[in-house]
Nanobody, 122 residues
Framework: QVQLVESGGDLVQPGGSLRLSCAASGSIFSINAMGWYRQAPGKQRELVAGITSTGATNYASSVKGRFTISRVSAQNTLYLQMNSLKPEDTAVYSC????????????????WGQGTQVTVSS
């Protein structure tokens, strides 16, 4: 099994910054990609940012230039640095991991965290 635990969500004023963390643990054998999704009330879930095992990154157009995704491979920890936050960034942010486990080394699966609330408001 793989567990993902997010942290760092908070209430912040517009223009402020937050750094989200996602700690992955369990019987991880290999990781293909990790990233962040978000879902605001009444809206569809959207991909915020992703990073592959080779370090390639991709961002939603709405956050490009403001958010930075990074990963510490040795610790299986994922980060999302969010700057210049806007009220429309308010959402539950969830991290995901695409990988295999030691119990099934040839089966790729996507694992999800529970999410952390980010609220941008004055």
């Amino acid at each position: 099994q793989v567990q993902l635990v997010e942290s760092g969500g908070d209430l912040v004023q517009p223009g402020g910054s937050l750094r989200l963390s996602c700690a992955a643990s369990g019987s991880i054998f290999s990781i293909n990609a990790m990233g962040w999704y978000r879902q605001a009330p009444g809206k569809q879930r959207e991909l915020v940012a992703g990073i592959t095992s080779t370090g390639a990154t991709n961002y939603a157009s709405s956050v490009k230039g403001r958010f930075t995704i990074s990963r510490v491979s040795a610790q299986n920890t994922l980060y999302l640095q969010m700057n210049s936050l806007k009220p429309e960034d308010t959402a539950v942010y969830s991290c995901y991991l695409v990988g295999t486990t030691t119990q099934a080394m040839d089966v790729w699966y996507t694992y999800w965290g529970q999410g952390t609330q980010v609220t941008v408001s004055s």
